[in-house]
Nanobody
């Protein structure tokens, strides 16, 4: 049974940082591509970042140079380090096993002064 469990969300002021984690189980993590998505209130879900099994990464233009995706295959966890957060980063962030319909439940990030 595939499970993806996100953590690390919370409230932060503009300019602050958060690190999200997504712990995976039920998959052969070391060969899995993983992705972070986000959905802001009233908006469609958007792709934030991806990381392949060999560590190649992609970023949405809106987060490039501020967010960093990484993975720890021993811990079966993918991370999203978010720096210089802006109000427009406020959203529910979810991780996804790329190419599948497996999603975590998400973690809420609120950026507000």
């Amino acid at each position: 049974q595939v499970q993806l469990v996100e953590s690390g969300g919370g409230s932060v002021e503009p300019g602050g940082s958060l690190r999200l984690s997504c712990a995976a189980s039920g998959i052969v993590f070391r060969i899995a591509g993983m992705a972070w998505y986000r959905q802001a209130p009233g908006k469609q879900r958007e792709l934030v970042s991806t990381i392949t099994s060999v560590g190649s990464t992609t970023y949405a233009d809106s987060v490039r140079d501020r967010f960093t995706i990484s993975r720890d295959n021993r811990q079966k966890t993918v991370y999203l380090q978010m720096n210089s957060l802006k109000a427009e980063d406020t959203a529910v962030y979810s991780c996804n096993l790329m190419g599948s319909n497996y999603w975590g439940k998400g973690t809420l990030v609120t950026v507000s002064s």
